[in-house]
C-alpha cells in the first residue's frame, strides 16, 4: 500500500530519513521536468530539481499544511530554475536525454534521428510552449494544474499545447 505524501511529510518532520529519500524519489522527476521547461539543458536541470528538493525538505516545516505540498514544491523548482539562469550562462544547447524511444529498440539509427529531430524540434518551442508541453505530456499535469502552477489560464494552457504540437509536427516532418 503505498504511503501519502501528508504521511511521508509528516514522518519527513519527524526527521525520518527514508521518508524523506521516499518522498524526493517520487517528485524528482516532475522536478526535474520543470526546471528542463526553464533551463533548456539537462544537466543544469538535474541540478535545479535536486537543489530545490533539498531546499524543500530542509524547510519543510514552513509549510503551511500537507495538501499544498505540490504546488510549493513546484514553486520552489521555480524560482531555483530561475535564480539559476540568472547565474548561468544562457547560451547552452538542449541536452534532452529524457525523451522517451519512439520506436522499437530494434530500430537503433531510427530512433536516435527522430530523437534528435525531436530535441531540435523543442529549441524552436517558446518557453511557455515547451513548459505546458513537458508539463502536460511528459508529467501528467492537467490544465487546471498547469494554471495553476504557471499563472496562465487554463485557455492559455490549452492554446500553448496546441501551438506546441502543432510546431513539433511540423518541424519533425520537415
Known sequence: MAISDDDLIIACLNGDRASAHTLASKYLRVCYSIALSFLNNAEDAEDAAQNAMISALSSLHQLSSTEKFKPWLYQIVRNTSKAHISKAARH???????????????????????????????????????????????????????????????????????????????????
Open 92 to 174: 547552452r544547447t538542449l541536452a534532452f536525454d529524457e525523451v522517451p524511444d519512439v520506436e522499437s529498440e530494434n530500430n537503433h539509427t531510427h530512433t536516435s534521428i527522430q530523437r534528435n529531430d525531436l530535441i531540435k524540434a523543442m529549441e524552436k518551442l517558446s518557453k511557455n510552449e515547451r513548459q505546458v508541453l513537458l508539463l502536460y505530456d511528459l508529467d501528467g499535469f492537467n490544465h487546471k494544474e498547469i494554471a495553476a502552477f504557471t499563472g496562465f489560464s487554463e485557455e492559455n494552457s490549452r492554446q500553448l499545447l496546441f501551438s506546441a504540437r502543432k510546431k513539433l509536427r511540423k518541424e519533425i516532418a520537415s
